[in-house]
Structures are given as structure tokens and as C-alpha cells.
């Protein structure tokens, strides 16, 4: 299993994260960690603790996404932000879920913040998280990727991978592959899938209004072919199989 972490100018958050990697009850088997052209020691913290180091010069989560996944070599590949701190036991679920059948394309779970205000660490999340499943689950038909804790299957990817908007930074990355991946495809969402991840991008009311506009962007960028009631009728009209003819 691979983990893929885009990285820029966060040199100590990504030194935690790779701490609380390599201490999992389920080691990875690689972390693919991409430089989005760091000007701090993001890539020497990298480099400090024996990962892999991937240089992407195109600026955008979704380019250093993309660029992180098409290098990695496991069948599954995980996912996280340099400023997310995983559970002990979080790739130990992540692969549990995928390999139940019926195995899916992909999963993804919920997470916490693991700074601010104490009181609303849990609230706060709870509140965001919940909005975003619940109303990009309803344009998807299913329940979306939230690419601070999401994982997917390579050869899921490789049928995606030239099809995704990499080079459009203003989109959300993690919603462009869930609308990328077949309707029929399973994408299961693990409560216990455990994640911790930073409130910076929530302190302001521009950063939250960024993150709207990026998310109307993203669904403008798929319709109409993904009208929710296209997707949704894709769905009804074939009989799903067990699993992605590819997997």
C-alpha cells in the first residue's frame, strides 16, 4: 500500500505526519511524498525520514495529487495533506475496508481537527465534513472522496488518471476524481477510518468562500454529463457488478 502526500511549505506539519506514518499498526509499503515547489525544507524533512520525493512544478493540489498517484507502485493507494496527523490505526482500516467484498473503487472517512479552540475541534469538523458529504454526496449519488482521508485502487486510478482535471487549481481534487469514478463503482465511507487534520484553511471567511467557489467550480466542470439524475440513472439502468471490470 501506497501514501501519497502533496506537500507545500509545510515542512513541520509534514514532519508529524510522517512520524504518525511510520508508526502505524499497518506500516506502509511506500510514501510518495510531491514537492508542489517548496520554498522551505518540506522536501529535506521528506528526504530525512527515507521517502520518496516526487518534484511537481505545476502549482494546485490536484496537479501534485495526480502526480503523487501516478508514481506510486501499491495496488491501493492512500491519500492525506502534509498537515494531517493519522490514527495508529488508519491504513490498517483503510485496507480492511477495501478489501471487503464487495471491494470497492475507493473509500474515504471523517476526521477531526487537531487544532484551534479546543471545544470546537470536534464541532467544527463534524459541521463541515457533515455538509460536504451530505451535499456533494447528493450531486454524486454516493458518498465523496474527502482527500485529507480517502484511499483508492491503482488500477481505479489508471482508468481516471488522463481523464481528471489536473491542471485546473481551482478545482477541489478530491471531488474531481469522485466524479471521475464510474457511478457504478462502490465507494465506501469508514466512520472508523481515523483522521486528525489542521483548521488553518477555516479560519477566515475567505478561505471558506474560497473553498465554495472551488467546489461549484468543481461540479460546473463536470455538468451536464453528471447531473445528479444522470448519474443516478446510470446507475439504475445497469446492473452494478461486484466490482470495476478493471479491479
Known amino acids: 500500500m501506497s501514501v501519497v502526500i502533496p506537500v507545500l511549505d509545510d515542512a513541520e506539519p509534514l514532519r508529524t505526519c510522517?512520524?504518525?506514518?511510520?508508526?502505524?499498526?499497518?506500516?506502509?509499503?511506500?510514501?510518495?511524498v510531491v514537492d508542489n515547489g517548496s520554498t522551505d525544507d518540506s522536501a529535506e524533512v521528506a528526504r530525512e525520514f527515507g521517502v520518496r520525493v516526487v518534484q511537481e512544478s505545476r502549482r494546485g493540489i490536484p496537479a501534485a495529487s495526480s502526480t503523487g498517484f501516478d508514481a506510486a507502485t501499491g495496488s491501493i493507494i492512500a491519500r492525506l495533506d502534509a498537515d494531517c496527523v493519522p490514527g495508529e490505526r488508519w491504513l490498517e482500516r483503510v485496507e480492511e475496508a477495501m478489501l471487503r467484498e464487495p471491494q470497492p473503487a475507493a473509500v474515504t472517512g471523517p476526521a477531526a481537527f487537531h487544532d484551534g479552540p479546543a471545544p470546537l475541534r470536534f464541532v467544527g469538523a463534524f459541521a463541515y465534513l457533515g455538509a460536504y458529504f451530505a451535499f456533494?454526496?447528493?450531486?454524486?449519488?454516493?458518498?465523496?472522496?474527502?482527500?485529507?482521508?480517502?484511499?483508492?485502487?491503482?488500477d481505479a486510478w489508471a482508468s481516471i488518471s488522463a481523464e481528471v482535471h489536473r491542471h485546473d487549481s481551482h478545482l477541489h481534487d478530491d471531488m474531481d476524481v469522485s466524479l471521475h469514478l464510474d457511478p457504478l463503482w462502490p465507494v465506501r465511507f469508514v466512520p472508523t477510518v481515523d483522521m486528525r487534520i489542521s483548521a488553518r484553511p477555516f479560519r477566515s471567511m475567505s478561505s471558506l468562500a474560497t473553498r465554495f467557489d472551488r467546489g461549484l467550480h468543481t461540479l460546473r466542470s463536470h455538468w451536464p454529463d453528471e447531473f445528479p439524475w444522470r448519474r443516478i440513472l446510470r446507475r439504475f439502468n445497469a446492473a452494478p457488478p461486484r466490482r470495476s471490470p478493471r479491479f
Open 136 to 154: 456533494v454526496g447528493l450531486a454524486l449519488g454516493r458518498p465523496p472522496l474527502f482527500g485529507s482521508n480517502c484511499a483508492i485502487r491503482a
Open 18 to 32: 510522517l512520524t504518525a506514518l511510520l508508526t502505524q499498526t499497518r506500516p506502509p509499503d511506500e510514501i510518495v
